[in-house]
T-cell receptor
C-alpha cells in the first residue's frame, strides 16, 4: 500500500489569493491525480500529473487556475489560484493501487475555505 | 448530468443486519465499477470492485452485485458492524475516465 500525506490539512483563505497544496507519497509512482470535492458533491478529477511532462487537465479545469508541479516521483503540488468562495472544497491527491483500473490510494485531503 | 447516481444520501441499519447501498449509472461505456469508503477527515479507501464481465464479486462481508441491463450496482455488507459507519462512494470507469457518485452516508445503529 502507499502512504500519502498532504499539507496543509486545512486552510482559510481570502478571496483573490492563491494556495499551494503539497502531496507526498512514500513510494515512487508514475502517475498522481488531483481531485476536488465541493460541498455535497462527488469527487471530480482535476488533472493527472505525470513526472517529467505537463499535467493533463480534465474538461472544465485549466492550468492557469490550477497549476500543477511534479518535480519527482514522490511529490506533487496543486495551486489554487485567484481563489473565490466557489473554490471552497476538499482537495485530494491519489495514486494508483497498481491493480484494477482506477483503484487508487487517496491522501487525507486538504479542506479549503475561501472567504 | 450525473452519470453515476447514488439516490440515497443516507441510510441507517441496525448492527448485525444487512446494509444495501445502491448505485445507478447511465453510460454503457463504463466497464469497471468501484466502491470506496470514507471516514471523516480521511481520504477515501478502496473497498471492492467489479468488472463488467462479472455480476458478483465477494470479499469477506462485502459483496458487490452488477446488473448491466439495468445499469445498476449494489454493495451488500453482512453483517453490518459499527465500524462500517462511513460515507460510501460508488464509482464507474471506462477508458481513462472515472466518475464518482455523491456518496451515501451509512449509520450503523447499536
Amino acid at each position: 500500500s502507499a502512504v500519502i500525506s498532504q499539507k496543509p490539512s486545512r486552510d482559510i483563505c481570502q478571496r483573490g489569493t492563491s494556495l499551494t497544496i503539497q502531496c507526498q507519497v512514500d513510494s515512487q509512482v508514475t502517475m498522481m491525480f488531483w481531485y476536488r470535492q465541493q460541498p455535497g458533491q462527488s469527487l471530480t478529477l482535476i488533472a493527472t500529473a505525470n513526472q517529467g511532462s505537463e499535467a493533463t487537465y480534465e474538461s472544465g479545469f485549466v492550468i492557469d487556475k490550477f497549476p500543477i508541479s511534479r518535480p519527482n516521483l514522490t511529490f506533487s503540488t496543486l495551486t489554487v489560484s485567484n481563489m473565490s468562495p466557489e473554490d471552497s472544497s476538499i482537495y485530494l491527491c491519489s495514486v494508483p493501487r497498481g491493480r484494477g483500473p482506477n483503484e487508487q490510494f487517496f491522501g487525507p485531503g486538504t479542506r479549503l475555505t475561501v472567504l | 448530468d450525473q452519470q453515476v447516481k447514488q439516490n440515497s444520501p443516507s441510510l441507517s441499519v441496525q448492527e448485525g443486519r444487512i446494509s444495501i447501498l445502491n448505485c445507478d449509472y447511465t453510460n454503457s461505456m463504463f466497464d469497471y465499477f468501484l466502491w470506496y469508503k470514507k471516514y471523516p477527515a480521511e481520504g477515501p479507501t478502496f473497498l471492492i470492485s467489479i468488472s463488467s464481465i462479472k455480476d458478483k464479486n465477494e470479499d469477506g462481508r462485502f459483496t458487490v452485485f452488477l446488473n448491466k441491463s439495468a445499469k445498476h450496482l449494489s454493495l451488500h455488507i453482512v453483517p453490518s458492524q459499527p465500524g462500517d459507519s462511513a460515507v460510501y462512494f460508488c464509482a464507474a470507469s471506462g477508458g481513462d475516465k472515472i466518475i464518482f457518485g455523491k456518496g451515501t452516508r451509512l449509520h450503523i445503529l447499536p
